[in-house]
């Protein structure tokens, strides 16, 4: 069984959609939480850092930790074809090498006008 | 602003020569993560590095692979005697200290191709 799971979509919705995307994990020493976005044959670029449970907006993003069922979800609002990508999220443990992150495989966007 | 700077962007190289990713930080950053993305996987880590330091090479493969981060000059991650299984994006991350948290910024990678 993989530490982070994530569904890999593909995942198309229109543009104007509420897109969710979520991961669950098992390790529950996990205490960083990040989103990331990568386009293709591109490297991933940060979007949201969590520290431990709770929700934290920015702009059009939410991102979410519920760390008593070890799942985040990332929300994304008023969706734009520029959204379209693949989004990984990435999780590290306290105690664990500074930077050491555990992805999970992406899942796949696509926003269609 | 330079970002995360990798080079060479794509490589091609046959099975049994050597293979060398180069990476420059970004500016003000001390700490060097390497990362390979192999097709229709996530991202693994697989070494974390400072100057003339290896920290933590916990997920480098035993053999062929080895990485250094010199005083002077960009990082290095070297693949000796490459086979078809090395064929892969390998990115570069940087951080500057421990005070930022764990976020951590990647580079636009290098996709290596061996044939």
């Known amino acids: 069984q993989k530490e982070v799971e994530q569904d890999p979509g593909p995942l198309s919705v229109p543009e104007g959609a509420i897109v969710s995307l979520n991961c669950t994990y098992s390790?529950?020493?996990?205490?960083?939480f990040m989103w990331y976005r990568q386009y293709s044959r591109k490297g991933p670029e940060l979007l949201m850092y969590?520290?431990?449970?709770g929700n934290k907006e920015d702009g059009r993003f939410t991102a979410q930790v519920d760390k008593s069922s070890k799942y985040i979800s990332l929300f994304i609002r008023d969706s734009q074809p520029s959204d379209s990508a693949t989004y990984l999220c990435?999780?590290?443990?306290?105690?664990?090498?500074?930077?050491?992150?555990?992805f999970g495989q992406g899942t796949i966007l696509t926003v269609h006008p | 602003n330079a970002g995360v700077m990798q080079n060479p962007r794509h490589l091609v190289r046959r099975r049994g020569q050597e293979a060398r990713l180069r990476c420059s930080p970004m500016?003000?950053?001390?700490?060097v993560y390497w990362y390979r993305q192999l097709p229709e996987e996530g991202l693994k880590f697989m070494v974390y590095l400072q100057k003339e330091n290896i920290i933590d090479e916990s997920g480098m493969p035993k053999e062929r692979f080895s990485a250094e981060f010199p005083k002077e000059g960009p990082s290095i991650l070297r693949i000796q005697q490459v086979v078809r299984g090395d064929s892969a994006a390998y990115f570069c991350?940087?951080?500057?200290?421990?005070?930022?948290?764990?976020?951590?910024?990647f580079g636009e990678g290098s996709w290596l191709t061996v044939v």
């Open positions: 969590t520290y431990s449970s």
């Open positions: 990435a999780m590290s443990a306290r105690g664990t090498s500074y930077g050491k992150l555990t």
């Open positions: 390790n529950s020493a996990f205490q960083y």
């Open positions: 500016k003000g950053h001390s700490h």
């Open positions: 991350a940087s951080s500057p200290d421990r005070s930022s948290g764990n976020t951590i910024y």
